[in-house]
Every structure is written in C-alpha cells, then in structure tokens.
C-alpha cells in the first residue's frame, strides 16, 4: 500500500510561486494515477490537476490553467504541483492523491476515485 506525503506548502504573496512535492514510499507510483486536490474552509474538495499513470496526459481545472504544472518523477517516485501567479483564492488545504490505474493515459478527477490520500499541506496566498 502506498503512502503519500505532501511538502512545500506556505505563505506567499500574490503573485508569487510554490513547488508542492508529494513523495510516495511503500511502493512504485509507476501505476498509480495522480492528482491534487484543494479544499478550503467551507468549500467541498476540488481537483486542482491530476496526471495519468504514464504522464502523457494531464487535467487542469479552468481557474489554474496556464499557472499551474503537475509533473511526476519515476526515479524519485515523487509528484509535482508547481504553482505560479498566485492568487488569494489559491488558498486552502491541498491534498496529493493516488489510484491504481491498469490504462497508461487516463486521468482520474473525482475524490471518489482516489483510495490514498496524503495529509495535506497548507497554501496561503496574501494579497
């Protein structure tokens, strides 16, 4: 079972940028779907962008597009969100999750498909 754990969360100003990693341990990401998620106080948890087993193929919700890349790394079984051009409705808790996934370049972007979860890491933009 693979364990998931989300660093590189913080305060930043508008504008600004961050680099969330969500490194894996317990077993390859190689064929896991990806994804992260975002929920803020009082709102349901969203898909931020999610990456196909085989990386070839991406989602990005509308309001992050052209600011935000998720990328995944085989060699250190890591995920990726960097963030650029940071707004204050970027802040909330984001969330790394993975799902086994047999079809290489199919992307997954509801909660309900996802069966691990990280802890989440806080991002908070400041205007």
């Known amino acids: 079972q693979v364990q998931l754990v989300e660093s590189g969360g913080g305060l930043v100003q508008a504008g600004g940028s961050l680099r969330l990693s969500c490194a894996a341990s317990?077993?390859?990401?190689?064929?896991?779907?990806m994804a992260w998620f975002r929920q803020a106080p009082g709102k349901e948890r969203e898909v931020v962008a999610s990456?196909?087993?085989?990386?070839?193929?991406?989602y990005y919700t509308d309001s992050v597009k052209g600011r935000f890349t998720i990328s995944r790394d085989s060699a250190r079984n890591t995920v990726f969100l960097q963030m650029n051009g940071l707004k204050p409705e970027d802040t909330a808790v984001y969330f790394c999750?993975?799902?086994?996934?047999?079809?290489?370049?199919?992307?997954?972007?509801?909660?309900?498909?996802?069966?691990?979860w990280g802890q989440g890491t806080q991002v908070t933009v400041s205007s």
């Open positions: 999750a993975a799902t086994l996934q047999w079809l290489p370049n199919t992307v997954l972007n509801r909660p309900s498909e996802y069966g691990t």
């Open positions: 317990g077993s390859t990401l190689s064929m896991y779907a």
């Open positions: 990456i196909s087993r085989s990386g070839g193929s991406t």
